[in-house]
C-alpha cells in the first residue's frame, strides 16, 4: 500500500533553515505529484507547493517564494522540503501528500512537528 | 489570492443532513471542477472524501457527496454520525500548478 514516511520533528532558531524528507512506498514513485501542505497550531491547512518526480520541477505558492525548496531523489524515493528564514509563524506540523493528479491530495505523510523559537 | 470561504462551523444531529459551502472565485472554483474535500479528526492527517468536485475514493461512505454551483462548491453529508464529528476543508485547483485551501469548518453532531 502507499506509505509516506517523514523525517522526526524538528527545533529550529529564527533565521535557520529545516529540510524535512519524505520516502515514498507502495509504488512507482515517478507516478504521484508529491505536495507539502502545512497546518500551524490550532489553524487550518496552507498548501506550500508541488515536486513532479519524474522531471524534478516544481512549483511554489507564492507566499513561500524564495523561501522553499523542493527536491527529490529518484535513487531513494524521497522529496525534501527545505525552508530558510525560518520565524515563528513557521512553526506547524508539514505534510508530504501524494496525489496521482497533481489537483488531488491521495496519501498524507504522518506529518513532522517544526517548531521555531529562540 | 486569498483562501477559500467556508462557514467556520456546523451542526446537525445524528440522522439528519449538512452542507458545507465552499466559495472561491471565476479564477478557482469557478473555472475548474477540480474541487476536493478532506475531513480531519484531532491530532490525525486529514483523509480524501471527495475529489474532482463530486467523486468519492473507494471506501469512503456514500453518504458523502459533492456538488458546484458557479463559484461555490458543496459537501452534504446525509445520516449523520457521531464519527462525522471532525473538521472538514475543501480545495480548488486554480490554474498554473497553485491550489487553495478553505479555512475549514468545524462539524458539531450533536
Known amino acids: 500500500q502507499v506509505q509516506l514516511v517523514q523525517s522526526g520533528a524538528e527545533v529550529k532558531k529564527p533565521g535557520a533553515s529545516v529540510k524535512v524528507s519524505c520516502k515514498a512506498s507502495g509504488y512507482t514513485f515517478t507516478s504521484y505529484y508529491i505536495h507539502w501542505v502545512r497546518q500551524a497550531p490550532g489553524q487550518g491547512l496552507e498548501w506550500m507547493g508541488i515536486i513532479n518526480p519524474t522531471g524534478g520541477s516544481s512549483s511554489y505558492a507564492q507566499k513561500f517564494q524564495g523561501r522553499v525548496t523542493m527536491t527529490r531523489d529518484t535513487s531513494t524515493s524521497t522529496v525534501y522540503m527545505e525552508l530558510s528564514s525560518l520565524r515563528s509563524e513557521d512553526t506547524a506540523v508539514y505534510y508530504c501528500v501524494s496525489g496521482i493528479q497533481l489537483w488531488s491530495f491521495d496519501y498524507w505523510g504522518q506529518g513532522t512537528l517544526v517548531t521555531v523559537s529562540s | 489570492q486569498s483562501a477559500l470561504t467556508q462557514p467556520a462551523s456546523v451542526s446537525g444531529s445524528p440522522g439528519q443532513s449538512i452542507t458545507i459551502s465552499c466559495t472561491g472565485t471565476s479564477s478557482d472554483v469557478g473555472s475548474y471542477n477540480l474541487v476536493s474535500w478532506y475531513q480531519q479528526h484531532p491530532g490525525k492527517a486529514p483523509k480524501l472524501m471527495i475529489y474532482?468536485?463530486?467523486k468519492r475514493p473507494s471506501g469512503v461512505s456514500n453518504r458523502f457527496s459533492g456538488s458546484k454551483s458557479g463559484n461555490t462548491a458543496s459537501l452534504t453529508i446525509s445520516g449523520l454520525q457521531a464519527e462525522d464529528e471532525a473538521d472538514y476543508y475543501c480545495?480548488?485547483?486554480?490554474?498554473?500548478?497553485?491550489?487553495?485551501f478553505g479555512g475549514g469548518t468545524r462539524l458539531t453532531v450533536l
Open positions: 480545495c480548488s485547483y486554480a490554474g498554473s500548478s497553485t491550489l487553495y
Open positions: 474532482e468536485g463530486s
